[in-house]
């Protein structure tokens, strides 16, 4: 099994502290990391967790600069996943399960339900809740879903078959031209178009084990437990905690007010000293290379946006990153 996250400098240590977890967990799994930036870097520790890190512009896109120059940073890490996944299987072809990971989750044990369900399926994936809210004050988190999607891409989960590669190609065209983060046209980065899967595609399974894809968005339905050491959810094994959005994570946990606050506090400081430890707080202020011109002018979203919008733009600029800000005045309708 090959696990595989992608990232820019500023969440690398992220990554490491992934890597690290799984490692621990999955010592015979390969970690490939998908680094964002113009260049690798030459002088970060750590580096050795990783079998392999590659740039996203190695990966294979036919025209890698027109793409990211549309997207926000925010909204490479959905736009690089499909690619990812394509590149693995091109470069390990023994390989048969390859699993995503968001960069700030950590791994807590062996995904045995997740190797098991690929021996049968072809796409596995984890919806952000396992059930409806009893309580109406909560709604809101139903409310949130309809925007933002019923599966959470932190984790996608694809075997080597007919059906995974037809996904892909769907996947990828879509995520190179519509990654954006827009609710009123109905997208939320990569994250909106997995509602369409289990329509499209065969042999996709949507995994309700509660120890997967445990974070702040499902805390109100996850019990989480210790015993002999080892967390449990829902009397099941913790597979791996997302901490996405942290400071939602407190506030969830201290608005549940239970054992598993308690046990979701202690999750969260041993993340956070990890990410400590991996240096987070000196990478995390580590410029966008793609935030800049090649001449090392910043790049401003009035610019992405002239440049996303007008399709004249995109045919005649074929590398926006080799302009500077003049070359795109003539595009402003």
Not at 18 to 28: F, G, T, V, W, Y
Not at 217 to 229: M, P, Y
Request: charged share 20%; hydrophobic share 40%.
């Amino acid at each position: 099994m090959i696990f595989c996250t992608s990232v820019c400098m500023n969440h690398l240590a992220m990554a490491k502290a992934l890597a690290q977890s799984i490692k621990r967990d999955l010592p015979e799994s390969k970690i490939v990391v998908c680094l964002i930036e113009k260049h690798l870097p030459v002088s970060v520790d750590g580096l050795d967790l990783f079998d392999e890190i590659v740039l996203a512009k190695d990966m294979g896109y036919l025209h890698f600069e027109q793409t990211i120059f549309k997207y926000s940073q925010y909204e490479t890490a959905g736009f690089s996943k499909g690619q990812l996944f394509r590149y693995i299987f091109q470069k390990y072809p023994n390989e048969e399960h390859v699993v995503y990971l968001d960069s700030d989750t950590l791994v807590f044990g062996p995904f045995i339900e997740i190797d098991n369900a690929l021996r049968l399926h072809s796409i596995v994936l984890t919806p952000h809740v396992l059930n409806p809210v009893k309580n109406p004050a909560y709604l809101f988190g139903e409310f949130a879903l309809l925007n933002s999607g019923n599966f959470n891409t932190g984790f996608i989960a694809l075997k080597r078959s007919k059906e995974s590669l037809e996904f892909l190609d769907w996947f990828c065209y879509r995520l190179n031209h519509y990654c954006y983060t827009d609710p009123p046209r109905g997208l939320y980065n990569e994250q909106k178009w997995m509602d369409l899967v289990p329509v499209f595609f065969d042999k996709v399974m949507n995994v309700k084990h509660p120890g997967y894809n445990v974070a702040y968005w499902n805390l109100f339905e996850r019990n989480i437990t210790q015993k002999n050491g080892n967390y449990n959810v829902n009397d099941q094994p913790l597979r791996f905690f997302h901490f996405s959005g942290l400071a939602f994570i407190t506030d969830t946990l201290y608005l549940i007010n239970n054992e598993t606050t308690t046990h979701g506090i202690n999750l969260l400081n041993e993340y956070q000293r990890l990410l400590k430890d991996h240096g987070h707080w000196d990478l995390l202020n580590i410029p966008w290379s793609y935030d800049y011109f090649d001449n090392g002018r910043m790049i401003s979203d009035q610019i992405r946006t002239i440049y996303k919008n007008n399709h004249l733009a995109q045919s005649e600029i074929i590398n926006p990153f080799s302009e500077d800000r003049r070359a795109f005045k003539k595009y402003i309708n």
